[in-house]
């Protein structure tokens, strides 16, 4: 053997190791904090089930079978094998699909639901740091009950702080996530273990004959409960969203090492708890923790779920940009908060509506127990739907046979159905929140989707073929002025409307006209050398179409620069002048969509952020050609 084979695998460990340690602060920290909360709202919350050695054996057996069977061997064996180009999250999975017509109709319903998935996911967005935090700050009640009027307003105020802090970026913040997180999952593992050894029958949990035993006992207050034990898998859509961050290989690393043993060990200790002394059914997690240590450990599970929610509202941010990027969203303002790390971004009108969502929450809700009631069903109907579409994946993308891509895919909807059956029971205590969020966000994106739909066909149909415009540019032989000039448009055929008007209204052109196309791939990120295709279309005029992944912001500017760089004829930034149209929207048009959801899209128009900022365009280089559209 080499002597240079170990050096050539050092750094490669090295880097695994890292991105290993780096996951345990942005992937595991939403499931990393649920012991604050998940045992505590079976045998304490709104539908609390007694405290009998029975069912905290039935409890403890649906959480180990729970962890198993949908974190383990759903998601980091199965799930995040269905990578797109190494990114990961719901938008990545319905872009695996074929496109070809056979599917299209499929497709599109697959696509549908992916939607509504994500829109799921903003509702999981808003609850999360509202519970994390809360139920972190009520440790404070085990030390004194002097503390309970000031759970609230501190909630409030680490909430506040933990969103304005957000434009600052999570690069510096998220070197210590990772050791923060590491010291945390010891700690949860040397208190289950201590605990553990008090009472070790608790292990017998294990047995799924004790879950089968707990719904033969409990029947329907049973499947209430099952509703409770969903909290402890409540991470599993994030774990596939960062997939992209980390890659799968740290990923499972983290989980199986770490991430896994340690929620074990302090789950079976929380039930040790039980067993021993019923009477700590009010906050088993603190049980756990000697009187000394209260203060110390009511602080590092602050920063833990700090840290579980930073993971999320990042992951939010990064889903919104997906969705711009594939139409289903109207621009937004993205600040990238990194140069070295394309994914840290931060978009402020996000970030103030989850803030103002969540700390509305807290003061609705007032303790983590009632909150807990309007959370999970966001969370399985959203694993359902990747279930769903991990099966069309499998059987049309990587033509597995029909049992190879149903067997495991059966085995995985027993377990959302069953939890989401159990959610269902809980809408009425608060779960309708999540489900509004999710109608409101489904109901905008399909709007503004459909709205660009309709906007392009009415585009496509009142502009004339390209060949004919400059066949005609041709007979006519305009005066030509000094400089380029870069005309934007939706489709990559035909001829703008806002070359037409230009054209119409001034009656001459610069010596060189850009037409440009920014599509989006069904690709997280684009390759370099196919991001741009260059035509020349003679006369001096030109046709680009930069291809943008879905995790990329376009750069007007620099698509310009690289346009140069191949040999045509571009001025300089200071002699290029962008033409964009917009829009004046008129709801009294043909296109089939209702009246209000025209309305809807006009609001959502003529707010939506000035494609010069979302393109990155020079203010001082834009002119913009009012065009009235009947929708």
Wanted: proline share 6%; hydrophobic share 50%.
């Amino acid at each position: 053997m080499s002597s240079h084979a170990p050096d050539a695998k050092a750094p490669s460990l090295a880097r695994t190791a890292a991105l290993s340690l780096g996951a345990l602060g942005v992937v595991y920290g939403d499931i990393g904090t649920s012991p604050l909360y998940a045992i505590k709202e079976c045998f304490h919350g709104m539908h609390a089930i007694a405290v009998t050695p029975e069912n905290v054996l039935g409890v403890l057996s649906l959480i180990f079978w729970s962890l198993t069977m949908v974190i383990t061997v759903k998601y980091v064996l199965f799930i995040t094998a269905a990578d797109n180009r190494g990114e990961g999250g719901i938008f990545a999975l319905i872009e695996l699909l074929p496109r070809d017509a056979g599917h299209r109709h499929l497709r599109a319903g697959l696509a549908f639901l992916a939607l509504c998935g994500a829109a799921l996911l903003y509702g999981d967005g808003v609850i999360t740091p509202a519970i994390s935090v809360l139920s972190a700050v009520e440790g404070l009640n085990v030390a004194t009950n002097a503390a309970e009027p000031l759970v609230v307003p501190i909630t409030c105020v680490i909430l506040f702080g933990l969103f304005m802090v957000q434009r600052r970026g999570t690069a510096g913040i998220g070197k210590v996530f990772g050791p923060i997180m590491m010291l945390w999952f010891l700690v949860l593992a040397t208190l289950g273990l201590k605990e553990i050894l008090s009472a070790p029958q608790v292990l017998w949990a294990i047995n799924p004959i004790h879950a089968v035993d707990f719904f033969a006992r409990n029947h329907v207050h049973g499947i209430v409960v099952l509703g409770a034990v969903v909290l402890c898998i409540t991470g599993g859509e994030a774990l596939y969203a960062d997939l992209g961050h980390f890659g799968r290989k740290p990923i499972q690393y983290s989980w199986l090492l770490i991430v896994f043993p340690c929620l074990l060990l302090n789950y079976f200790g929380q039930g040790a708890g039980l067993l021993l002394d019923p009477a700590i059914a009010s906050n088993p997690f603190y049980s756990l923790v000697p009187g000394a240590l209260i203060y110390p450990m009511a602080a590092l599970s602050t920063a833990a779920t700090v840290i579980a929610s930073q993971a999320l509202i990042s992951g939010v941010f990064s889903l919104t940009r997906q969705a711009i990027q594939l139409g289903c969203c109207p621009r937004l303002r993205i600040v990238h908060t990194s140069s070295a790390m394309e994914g840290q971004i931060y978009i402020p009108e996000v970030n103030f509506a989850l803030m103002w969502a969540c700390i509305g929450l807290t003061l609705a809700f007032k303790e983590s127990s009632r909150l807990a009631a309007a959370y999970g069903i966001a969370v399985t109907a959203t694993m359902g739907i990747t279930s769903l579409l991990y099966f069309f994946v499998a059987r049309w993308t990587w033509k597995h046979s029909l049992l190879r891509s149903l067997a495991p895919v059966v085995v995985f909807l027993a377990f959302d159905l069953s939890f989401f059956a159990a959610n269902l029971l809980k809408v009425a205590d608060g779960g309708w929140f999540t489900l509004l969020i999710a109608a409101l966000v489904v109901m905008a994106m399909a709007t503004w989707e459909d709205g660009r739909k309709a906007l392009r066909q009415i585009y496509l149909s009142s502009t004339v073929p390209l060949r004919t415009f400059l066949a005609e540019v041709a007979v006519k032989n305009p005066l030509r002025v000094p400089g380029t000039a870069v005309f934007m448009s939706l489709s990559p055929q035909g001829t703008p409307v806002t070359l037409l008007h230009h054209y119409k209204h001034n009656k001459i052109f610069h010596e060189n006209v850009v037409i440009l196309t920014v599509t989006s791939a069904d690709m997280p990120y684009v390759p370099e050398p196919d991001q741009l295709d260059v035509q020349d279309l003679g006369r001096g005029f030109f046709r680009i179409i930069a291809r943008y992944g879905f995790m990329e912001t376009p750069n007007v500017p620099e698509v310009m620069k690289r346009a140069r760089a191949t040999g045509i004829p571009i001025d300089p930034p200071a002699d290029t002048t962008y033409f964009l149209g917009r829009e004046s929207l008129l709801t009294t048009g043909k296109a089939k969509m209702a009246g209000f959801r025209k309305s809807l899209f006009a609001l959502m128009s003529r707010n939506a952020r000035p494609a010069t900022a979302y393109f990155g365009l020079p203010p001082g280089r834009v002119v913009e050609l009012g065009v009235q559209v009947e929708l």
